[in-house]
């Protein structure tokens, strides 16, 4: 959330900055706002004062014999009480109505970050992976079409038990995803993160601790109601990412000096709408509604963000390194920040597949597997964390970074691309063999039904 002291010394530099991001934001009505609600406060404590100074005067008048003043200084100090009582309400609603428009701020950019209106004006840092000789087929088919073939996954009956953008993963595939979570999740332990296996749904103010909420109720999952009616905070949603429920576990906390940095990691379902996306990915498990992820959250003091920024991206980049799959780093310009970060590092594998027009100069297509973002104090100021540097000094927000690490049905997908065979199988990356019983090969299985007759068999 944004800073209101920040608001008011600085509201130039909160405008500019703003618009480099692209936001439509009145500065200026909020600032209205603001001086309104200052000055209800100022008058409140005033007439307070004066209350009190009265109340003071009464008990003196009472001792003086002073009845005639005394009465004129009660009815005065019952005007006061209901004159208070009003000003109250009014900066009570001020106050709401301020909060409801800041939540609906995003975050400023840091000054590093390049100037841009979108994803075109990405700034390309560094690619890795792409220097040795990795031997492909002729023709690399599609991760849908390999799927289909080993049947491995599954779409036809995810869309008859559920509905489109879902899928069944099955035997190999399966195996595959299993591999995969704790093969990163075993990376990570190495790189100190402590993990946390947090519940799925998540309480509407925590959606709103992490900036997902009020913004982007139509991409979330509610239980028990429609994203269009009014919501409670105490309305569940499905967890759309492991950053919600572990960044808010701390919420209205004090964190001590000695806590800090603090690394989770955190294995989790995902369930998103991908409202706006109707039409596009509409084969494969690219752009689905449910998907797994590891998550690393972190929380440090505001002077070691940055450092931590670049220390948590290559924490991310690792899992790709140990399986040898080529991708590139890009640093987000502002238009494409998203809601609540200051800075954000995209990590995008390579899967050469599918020809895309904004692919690699070798072919295929780039695929975002995560984000690594430092949100500053944006989300502590919206979940209330804070931290006491020393035991004697007050506490101040502290700063947090999450990265993805990483989403795995696309990291899958490069998987099944990048190391299938003239054969038609796929290779296993060495570090996921132990995590898969040894198996060195995924050569699919048999299908089963009426519906795998007449399919022919597979050599």
């Known amino acids: 959330m944004l800073d209101r002291t920040d608001l ?5 530099e909160v405008r500019s900055a703003l618009d480099d991001r692209g936001a439509d934001v009145d500065i200026d009505e909020l600032l209205e706002l603001d001086e309104r609600w200052r000055e209800l406060k100022a008058r ?47 900066a009570i609603e001020l106050q709401d109505e301020l909060q409801e ?16 209106v979108d994803e075109r004006h990405n700034v390309e840092d560094r690619r890795w992976g792409f220097d040795e000789d990795h031997d492909l087929p002729d ?11 080993l049947d491995i996954i599954d779409e036809e009956r995810a869309a008859k038990t559920t509905g489109a953008g879902f899928y069944f993963l ?6 595959l995803e299993h591999a995969l979570i704790q093969f990163m999740m075993d990376v990570h332990r190495e790189q100190g993160y402590v993990d946390v296996f947090p519940p799925v749904p998540v309480k509407s103010s925590s959606m709103q601790g992490t900036g997902q909420l009020p913004k982007f109720a139509d991409d979330a999952y509610r239980l028990g109601g429609s994203n269009d009616e009014e919501y409670d905070h105490d309305d569940l949603w499905l967890c759309p990412t ?9 919420a209205d906390e004090i964190l001590l000096d000695d806590d800090l940095p603090l690394k989770h990691q955190a294995y989790t379902p995902n369930f998103r709408r991908e409202a706006g996306e109707h039409g596009t990915e509409t084969r494969g498990i690219v752009r689905v509604h449910q998907f797994n992820k590891v998550e690393l959250v972190n929380f440090v003091e505001p002077e070691d963000s940055y450092d931590r920024l670049e220390d948590l991206l290559d924490e991310a980049e690792e899992v790709l390194r140990r399986l040898d799959l080529p991708y590139r780093i890009l640093e987000l310009c502002t238009g494409d920040l998203t809601f609540a970060s200051a800075k954000t590092y995209d990590i995008e594998v390579w899967a050469p597949g599918d020809d895309m027009d904004d692919g690699p100069e070798e072919g295929g297509r780039w695929l975002e597997v995560s984000s690594a973002s430092n949100f500053e104090d944006f989300q502590a100021r919206r979940a209330g964390l804070r931290y006491r540097p020393e035991r004697h000094e007050s506490a101040e927000y502290l700063h947090t970074l999450n990265a993805s690490g990483l989403a795995i049905p696309r990291v899958m997908v490069a998987i099944l691309e990048y190391y299938q065979n003239e054969d038609g199988t796929v290779t296993v990356p060495e570090p996921l063999r132990p995590y898969m019983g040894g198996k060195e090969v ?18």
């Open 44 to 90: 409140g404590d005033d007439l307070r004062h004066e209350r009190n100074q009265i109340t003071k005067k009464i008990g003196q008048l009472v001792a003086d014999g002073e009845d005639e003043k005394r009465e004129e200084a009660i009815e005065r100090s019952q005007d006061l009480k209901a004159e208070i009582e009003d000003v109250e309400d009014e």
């Open 242 to 250: 492991a950053e919600v429920p572990v960044t808010n576990m701390y």
């Open 170 to 175: 099955k035997g190999e595939g399966a195996q």
């Open 139 to 149: 023709e690399v088919t599609p991760h849908y079409e390999l799927g289909e073939e």
């Open 101 to 116: 428009r800041l939540l609906e701020v995003p975050q400023l950019p840091d000054e590093s970050v390049p100037l841009g």
């Open 442 to 459: 995924i050569e699919g299985h048999e299908k089963v039904g009426e519906s795998a007759l007449g399919a022919g068999e597979r050599e």
């Open 8 to 12: 008011r010394e600085n509201p130039d």
